[in-house]
């Protein structure tokens, strides 16, 4: 039975899922964040999902990017599946701008995170669960 990492439910926003994955809001409101993990029990790594659920996650995650890529307008889309911290598969996709507080740096480490207000992060989730929930 799929259980999200704690770590994971106590820094995100659960926006919905999609066939495969669980989207989550990653809550610093510095960068557009989404992260997709797969609902499948104890896989870390892409390779230990079957061959059908490896081609559902690559469909769902360049849907992501594409998605956050045109409403952010972003410059470019940082996509990375780490687990150094948390070891439950789950995969990042971050809206990159030249004038984002990391630049041109990947975000981990470089800042602590922003948690978004109230009303950033109601508008937020409402925007992407609408590009990218249906």
């Known amino acids: 039975m799929f ?3 704690e770590r994971l439910a106590a820094d995100t926003i659960e926006l919905g899922d999609l066939t495969l994955c669980r989207v989550l809001l990653m809550n610093d409101a510095q960068y557009p964040w989404v992260i997709l993990v797969p ?3 104890g896989i ?3 390779f230990e999902l079957s061959d059908t659920d490896q081609q559902q996650l690559l469909r769902e995650s360049s849907a992501v990017s594409q998605a956050m890529a045109d409403y952010f307008k972003a410059e470019k889309m940082n996509v990375a599946a780490l687990g150094n911290m948390v070891p439950q ?32 992060l109601a508008s937020q989730v409402e925007a992407l669960k609408r590009i990218l929930i249906g």
């Open 89 to 120: 598969l789950h995969i990042h996709h971050i809206a990159r701008f030249s004038s984002d507080a990391a630049w041109p740096k990947p975000v981990w480490g470089v800042h602590p995170a922003k948690a978004y207000d109230e009303s950033e």
């Open 3 to 5: 259980q999200l990492d």
């Open 39 to 41: 609902r499948r029990e």
């Open 44 to 46: 870390r790594e892409i």
